[in-house]
């Protein structure tokens, strides 16, 4: 970090040891707003700072981008399983947003169509019936993660051992099957990495 973000951040009486959070960043750049604002001269330019928010968001920018991509691409591969899943939820517990789940749907006609209009029509009468379930891949829930614990966690059940249960230290990290641990993702008690 150089002087000048440093200076910045003394400006907001934090100790320079700190580390700049992105909540301190946008406070520091809200006040240089302000100050240029309302000032009735030009300030010195708060560059160093001024970059590190654009790069800040530049990076955020990537980075939900690439998760949307990533939800759309589960989507496409999981729709059946997905659909079927966000059927048995609440309203209010929906893991799909409205649009995701216009998607989910709208995805899901066009295989249907497609296997309709390109195969099944071409087969014998007793061979068209469609049964978009015997298509269906679902997520391999035993496959094993890497997880940081972000609080301590006790009795922790372990598939596949009979009685066996571990415990996590907040800050641990631990590789283990998903399926065991998929709650604990949902809830923010540890982190994937």
Request: glycine share 4%; aromatic share 8%; with cysteine.
């Amino acid at each position: 970090m150089d002087d000048i973000l440093r200076e910045e951040i003394a400006d907001l009486d934090i100790e320079e040891e700190e580390v700049l959070t992105a909540e301190n960043a946008l406070e520091a750049i809200e006040n240089a707003w302000l100050n240029e604002k309302f000032s009735p001269e030009i300030l010195p330019h708060k560059f160093d700072l001024v970059d590190c928010m654009l790069q800040q968001i530049s990076h955020m920018e990537e980075n939900m981008k690439s998760y949307l991509r990533i939800r759309l691409e589960k989507i496409e591969k999981y729709t059946i399983h997905i659909l079927s899943e966000e059927a048995g939820r609440e309203p209010d517990e929906a893991y799909l947003t409205p649009g995701e789940l216009r998607f989910a749907k709208d995805y899901l006609g066009s295989v249907e169509n497609l296997f309709k209009t390109v195969a099944l029509q071409h087969m014998p009468t007793s061979f068209q019936g469609f049964e978009i379930d015997k298509i269906s891949t679902k997520p391999n829930m035993q496959t094993h993660v890497f997880l940081r614990a972000n609080e301590r966690i006790t009795g922790i059940v372990l598939p596949g051992v009979i009685d066996e249960e571990i415990d996590f230290e907040a800050g641990s990290q631990h590789i283990i099957q998903y399926n065991a641990i998929a709650n604990l993702v949902k809830s923010g008690a540890v982190q994937l990495i």
